[in-house]
């Protein structure tokens, strides 16, 4: 019996690929693409509106559309351990001790499932595709049904994503299904728990809530929602100073740069498909923009090795700016007015750092 049998989407979506492609998403012949990345739009779009008619007590979206991807099948090496020490963004909230030792335990809870094929084999599965500042979250249906997001060793969530050519285990995240306006929970010492919410991913009456911890450096901390250095190891550069964050033009510049540098990025979740999540449409020139980013990524590497800041500037420029027309193609490909809104706010969200809470 399939794992979606008996779910009913009310939504106009279909699941193609392991994807969700919205059947409102058209890539007109303006939009200057033979390919829409799948990193983008049409991700975003299904992301920010998932909705459903129906559904049993305490089944989740995400569970459904978890069972419902395909089989990955392919161990890789474990994640690089977080050093909490490493530099943030200026003003980035710093864990405390006893923060660092309960961080550390849960990426010991987790240690065992740090390869796609551990992850699978313990039950976890893919869900939305490829995040450029999230990676790709691995679900256990099961400890999404009974868990509520307060046993610091049972993360519900594994986040994956590219580094040095492996999927790479990068963090995890506690997520349960709350009832609105309840309070938090106190997981972590301190008061720097970004939990945050998803509305359009619960059904009535509960609201999908969740916290992220990562494994690997993040400028805006250990809790944030978004992780801008994930696109950068993914293409294989070093992120850059996190000290340069504090500028304002540098922050866009650099944020940017990293959501860009996704549009280049294999998932590695089976069939070759192309990072950041994103189904590929039609429409002539698109790919030429990403052709564009892949060609300045030599040249970010040699500025960086070179301590060359003007040169790394202008190469990260070129890239944010064929980036810039991609998402205005994506954003004019969206036809439903709320959809687009959604997810215009999304690039904004992924560009500012966090989730709204």
Known sequence: M??????????????MGGGMIPDNVAFTE??????????SSAYLASKLSVTRSSMRP??????????????????????????????MADGAPLPSELAKEQMAAVEASVAEFASLESAWGAGFRPVLGMIPTMGTHWVSPLRMLVGSGEDVGQPEHLMFSPMDGEQRLVGAAFAYQAIPDEEQPDLFDGALDGWHTHPELSPPGRVLTMLHVWFVPSPDGPFAGHNPWLPFWAVGLEPPDASRLADAEDDYRIRALAL?????????????RRGSILRRGRAPGLEDRRDGIREVIPELERAQREGDLTAWNAAADVAVAEWEELRAAYLDAVRNPELKARLSAFYDEMLGGGHAH
Request: aromatic content about 2%; proline content about 7%.
């Open 260 to 272: 860009a540098l996704s549009e280049t990025v294999e998932s590695g979740e089976g069939g070759g």
């Open 58 to 87: 305490r089944t989740l979206p995400l569970v459904a559309l978890a069972l419902a991807l395909p089989v990955v099948a392919a161990a890789q090496a474990p994640a690089p351990v977080h050093d909490h020490s490493l530099p």
């Open 2 to 15: 399939s794992a979606s049998k008996g779910l009913d989407w009310d939504t106009g979506y279909g699941t």
């Open 30 to 39: 303006h939009t200057r693409t033979s390919h829409v990345a799948r990193g």
